[in-house]
């Protein structure tokens, strides 16, 4: 019989909780012809974003108004437009053992994306001291990049990201903080994308496929009306993106 110490076993996984930024998809209304409608031309607008991205549906706003809708159709439509749903959120019980019976899982109310129905006074968080603040900015991960993004890239920074050349059609850029682009944007830039409402898009010629701030966005179509070969500083305010001159 062996008296040896046993052989340690080398660890396969683990666990861990993160923060990810998703599509949710809110619906308003439980006519399918229109969802299907709306839905085709969203993808159009921008269609290498969306191609296979996940997608959350969420249906809390059709069962307050007690509007009947098939969960297992939604899930068809949107799968027929190149997306792929990760779950449901605001289902009743019907709905919840469809997207279970189709191993889609239920997802909580909670989350910066649900509308607030009471707003309640902000509170203040206490003023980190000097050595907490210093250790925090040490912390972030500033980025530069001094290339041209080309489509089908992908840059992430932790802090703020600044790219001193063109961000092509097709491309994607995304910072935990501010975004700084000194060329072109001609793709999609997304700031504070763990939900930082603060964060701002700094940009010396606005093209974007899509531009976003803690998960409020807008496409293309909505930008046409800004000059483009145009310096402005992009902000969120009260869910809404708001774009200045700079």
């Not at 921008?46 to 549906?57: D, M, Y």
């Not at 830039?189 to 701030?213: M, P, T, Y």
């Not at 966005?217 to 009306?225: G, R």
């Amino acid at each position: 019989m062996s008296t040896g110490a046993p052989t340690s076993q080398k660890t396969a996984l683990e666990f861990k909780s993160t923060s990810l930024t998703v599509p949710v998809l809110l619906l308003a209304s439980n006519d399918m012809s229109l969802i299907d409608q709306q839905l085709k031309e969203k993808v159009i607008q921008a269609p290498e974003f969306f191609k296979n991205s996940p997608l959350l549906i969420d249906l809390q706003k059709l069962n307050a108004q007690n509007l009947p809708i098939d969960f297992t159709e939604i899930v068809a439509i949107v799968r027929q437009h190149g997306f792929m749903p990760i779950g449901l959120r605001g289902g009743n019980e019907k709905q919840n053992g469809d997207a279970l019976a189709m191993n889609l899982p239920q997802h909580s109310l909670h989350g910066s994306n649900v509308p607030l129905v009471n707003k309640v006074p902000a509170k203040t968080l206490p003023t980190p001291a000097p050595e907490e603040q210093k250790q925090a900015s040490q912390s972030i991960e500033n980025k530069l990049v001094t290339q041209p993004i080309r489509s089908g890239q992908r840059v992430y920074a932790k802090g703020d990201l600044i790219v001193t050349a063109t961000v092509s059609a097709g491309a994607e850029i995304m910072a935990e903080g501010n975004i700084h682009i000194y060329g072109s944007l001609r793709g999609r830039a997304l700031a504070g994308v763990l939900g930082n409402v603060n964060s701002r898009i700094f940009c010396s010629d606005l093209q974007a496929e899509l531009i976003s701030i803690a998960g409020i966005y807008q496409l293309s179509d909505d930008l046409s009306k800004y000059p483009a070969h145009k310096p402005v500083q992009i902000s969120l305010d009260n869910q809404t993106l708001i774009i200045k001159d700079i």
